[in-house]
């Protein structure tokens, strides 16, 4: 071919693509949205990563050597500590001790004791109340104790060690509190106490020091310092390791950006090769919308001889072009976005965020694959464009339309998807674990559950224009009832059924996705307030093993103001089931229902309502040992003599019970029958109680600390056996399985989130340039009388109809896909359905599609019907 030839068909496309620069734009638009959240999230990845480096690594900058010692050698004393500090390489040496040390009480409550300087460069706490200590008895602590203890400078705590004289023994140790820091590391996240390597042995307990950090003068290299502390340590017959600082830094890094660290940024890696997917679909619609557009001049270049091959190669060349100065533009705005996050945390949340730097080479190789994602998206477009015949160019461009039945290949493929799909959910919904159950492969059932949902939605999107028109029947039957402009808006949408599946498939993607989010993140909610409901129904548990509580002291705790939901309850162990399987069960009359958690216990059978004088409710144990369910009757036999108290009544006989209800797993505390109170007199058990569950007051650490105290205090004053009671924090379990999940379902919604916004850009891009396509209708409208309002309304709907329709779908698809991903990633998992949330999402993104119908909307408008009827493109 000539190659003049090739170039003016290379021109005309190109000349065709300036000449109108709104194409160009709106092509691109959902190209730009995903190269500008890959990038934003590579910078947010540079900006996490040297945060956490900057704050968690445990060595500071300007540490140059690092001597350590294991447990099987000695410690290093304080005299070698003063000996290396003496050496003429070295500018600064600290002794590191990291200990707990418990707080005296009836509690197991920790202070995890550092030394550090508090001054200088080779602190690692920073002062922010008070002063740091400077005598012997003297700490500053970190703010979480600060807040659970109420360790304000000036006040005194009491630490336990062990008795160097009697092995087995504790003294107390008087602490005088002096100040507040803030530590750089993970110290900051349990209760600490600091004070310097001069006065640590009073609170550590231990001989020496098993690692010291030096900092060597300016000027000295790390091998002649090296040499000098090697001699003093020989000399002391010391077996201890040194390694310089930057090796060590770069180890703490390896360690402090891998694990869950890692793992989060492999699952974002998923979701933006979903985001990227679905911004490649949105991108093969819109170049398939604009090429129809341009079907006759493509048409008159096959007529004047322009080769197939040719055209296509083009048309390829502009949708690199569009890749080219999208990719770009989002690579820019990212970069942008990534520097101003730092000053933005600061000023906004108070949040000490570091600089992500200028990763050239992900921009580029970011650049380079929305070239690529852009150019195979072109790809189906242009072999279709390509391929028009030259008798197109007789006809005009409003008259090609979308059909709405589809090719038998796709019909074939699409039915085959959609039966494998089904297959798969057949075969995991018949092989679905059991509640409890642990032998099954976890990991397969879950791939093979991925595997049905890609392949349902791979059938979705073949099928998606045959059920375009049926979903639209039943969704735009409010409209119609509107008049004129809903019924246009139906038609509208009906009349273009590949396109609007285009389009929906992709808003399909993200209700699936987000709506999958609400589901899980519901379901684990579910199951950790049922969980801790079982194992930790309150913020607190005094227990007293020995006679029991009296009511007097209960009614004390109940009177406390740092206290709420105080309940008292009563055990006592019996021996159930056959004679050569005996097995003890704990039997207690706490009342579900006087605790906030009690609503969280699901039953397997009956209600917990029903419970009261002459019935019990079983856990799952005890149900499949006597093998009762509600209704059924249960019979407790005596209780044993070791688990009476002192004031427990003599023995009784065999009592017997309805069940009212049985547990998926065990009771409140773990207990295995609940019983009436009555009941529990009726075995024998005494007026005091077992022990206590009680809530503090309001939220937060420092309610947790007064509530705690509060406990301490009341044991104190009835003079309680410290031996035979104990109080048990039962919140903090229950705390980090909320923030997990919290954690999870936050990032996890967010992510799926980009999602949508590419989607709801692929509605503008879609709604744009059918809006172009259809000047020439829109002007007879306008001629026939319909007013520009109508016509913005009509518009308007058309492009919430999009997300109504990719509601409806993405709902069918994610809903179920969520619960049978949780029912197997979680056994015991309640299904939950979010039915108030999913609502949201559902009118929310109908709202938004709409609003993304605005723009296109307006410009329609603007242009009069004279205007629209004379234009023959």
Known sequence: MNPSWRASVLGSQLAELLRRPGRLVTTGL????????????????????????????????????IATTDGSSSPISDAVLKRIRALPAVAEAAGRVQAGAPIAG?????????????????????????????????????????????????????LLLPDPEHEGKTVKVAATVTGVVKSTTTAEQ????????AYVARFADLPGFARVDIRAKNGVP??????????????????????????????????????????????????????????????????????????RQLALLRAIGAPQRRL???????????????????????????????????????????????????????????????????LAPALSAAGVSPLQALRAAGTVTSEGRIRSARLVTGIVLAAAAAGLAALLLDQLPQPGQEDYDRDFAMLVTVASATLAFLALIALGPLLVR??????????????????????????????????????????????????????????????????????????????????????????SPQLAHVTSYRTLLVAVGPKEQRTEIEVSDLDPDALPTGRSIDTATGSLEDLGPG????????????????????????????????????????????????????????????????????????????????DAATEGFAARGKAHRALEATIREHDLDPDGVSISVLAEGRDGNRDTIRFMGTT????????????????????????????????????????????????????????????????????????????????????????GQLLVVFAGLAALTALAGLLPARRATRITPMTALGNTE
């Open 470 to 559: 049926p979903v639209l029947t039943v969704a735009g039957w409010p409209l119609r009832r509107l008049g004129t402009t809903g019924g246009l808006a139906v038609s509208g949408v009906g009349g273009t059924p590949r396109r609007a599946a285009a389009v929906s498939v992709v808003v399909a993607l993200g209700v699936a996705l987000v709506s999958g989010a609400l589901v899980g993140v519901a379901c684990l909610t579910g199951y950790a307030e049922r969980t801790a409901a079982v194992e930790a129904p309150a913020d607190f548990r005094v227990a007293d093993d020995g006679k029991g509580l009296d009511p007097t002291v209960v009614r004390q705790f109940a009177a």
């Open 222 to 295: 790390e091998s002649e310092l090296s040499q000098q502390v090697r001699a003093v340590l020989d000399k002391a017959s010391l077996a201890a390791a040194l390694k310089t600082g930057s090796a060590v830094r770069a180890q703490e890094a390896r360690e402090a950006v891998g694990g869950d660290l890692e793992e989060v940024f492999l699952l974002i890696s998923v979701f933006l090769a979903v985001a990227v997917g679905a911004a490649a679909l949105v991108a093969t619609s819109t170049f398939r919308i604009v090429f129809t557009q341009r079907l």
């Open 312 to 378: 296509m190669t083009a048309l390829a060349v502009e949708g690199a072009l569009v890749g080219v100065v999208a990719g770009s533009l989002g690579v820019l705005m990212a970069l942008a976005a990534g520097h101003l996050a730092p000053p933005a945390g600061r000023l906004l949340a108070g949040q000490e965020l570091s600089t992500p730097g200028f990763p050239l080479l992900y921009a580029v190789l970011v650049v380079a694959g929305t070239v690529l994602v852009t150019v195979c998206a072109v």
């Open 748 to 835: 996890a919604l967010g992510l799926v989130a980009l999602t949508v916004l590419i989607a709801v850009v692929g509605v503008t891009a879609t709604t744009s340039l059918t809006t172009i396509e259809r000047t020439r209708e829109f002007g007879l409208l306008r001629a026939l009388g319909l007013g520009g309002g109508a016509l913005r309304r009509t518009i308007t709907m058309e492009a919430g109809l999009y997300g109504v329709l990719g509601g409806v779908l993405g709902l069918t698809l994610g809903i179920p896909y969520a619960w049978l991903l949780v029912r197997i990633a979680v056994t015991d998992a309640p299904l939950r359905l979010p039915g």
């Open 190 to 197: 349990q209760p600490g106490g600091y004070t310097t390597d």
């Open 615 to 694: 019935s019990a409710v079983v856990s799952s144990k005890v149900a499949d040992l006597l093998g009762v369910k509600a209704g059924d009757t249960l019979t407790l036999p005596p209780p044993l003599a070791a688990s009476l108290k002192r004031g427990d009544s003599r023995r009784r006989g065999d009592i017997r019970l309805n069940v009212a209800a049985t547990l998926p797993g065990e009771g409140p505390i773990l207990t295995d029958v609940l019983v009436a109170p009555t009941d529990l007199d009726r075995m024998g058990a005494s007026k005091n109680a077992s022990g206590i569950l009680a």
């Open 30 to 65: 959902s190209v730009l949205v995903a190269a500008f959240v890959v990038f934003a999230t590579v910078m947010a990845q540079q900006i996490t990563t040297n945060t956490v480096l900057d704050r968690f690594r445990g060595t500071p900058e300007a540490v140059s050597l």
């Open 106 to 158: 009836p509690s197991e409550r920790y202070l995890q004791i550092y030394s550090d300087p508090g001054t200088g460069p080779l602190s690692q706490a920073r002062l922010i109340k008070g002063r740091y200590p400077d005598a012997a008895g003297q700490i500053a602590v970190n703010s979480r104790a600060a807040e659970e203890e109420g360790l304000a400078p000036g006040t005194r705590t009491t």
